[in-house]
Nanobody
Framework: QVQLVESGGGLVQPGGSLRLSCESS????????MAWYRQAPGQQREKVAG???????NYADSVKGRFTISRDNAKKRVYLQMNGLKPEDTAVYYC?????????????WGQGTQVTVSS
């Protein structure tokens, strides 16, 4: 079992920045694909950004150019730098760790951290 703990959420004005952090308890962190998802009230959870063990990234169109995902395998952490925040970015943000083998899948979630963008 892998535990994920997010931090860094909060209230920020439109145009502002926040940096989310997620710490993993995984014994070998680098084998997991890490991602950030978000869920706004009344909406489905959506993937914001992902990064594999060697640093290849992907982003939702809505955040491209504003958000940056990164990871530090030695510290077992993944980060989400969010710039140019908009009110529509308001959501609970979740950290996810995923790994697939030929036999099974491993899919772990953090408890979430609230991000509110409002003036």
């Amino acid at each position: 079992q892998v535990q994920l703990v997010e931090s860094g959420g909060g209230l920020v004005q439109p145009g502002g920045s926040l940096r989310l952090s997620c710490e993993s308890s995984a014994t070998v962190f680098s084998i997991y694909v890490m991602a950030w998802y978000r869920q706004a009230p009344g909406q489905q959870r959506e993937k914001v950004a992902g990064i594999n063990g060697v640093g290849i990234t992907n982003y939702a169109d809505s955040v491209k150019g504003r958000f940056t995902i990164s990871r530090d395998n030695a510290k077992k952490r993944v980060y989400l730098q969010m710039n140019g925040l908009k009110p529509e970015d308001t959501a609970v943000y979740y950290c996810n760790a995923y790994r697939a083998t030929s036999l099974t899948e491993y899919d772990y979630w953090g408890q979430g951290t609230q991000v509110t963008v409002s003036s």
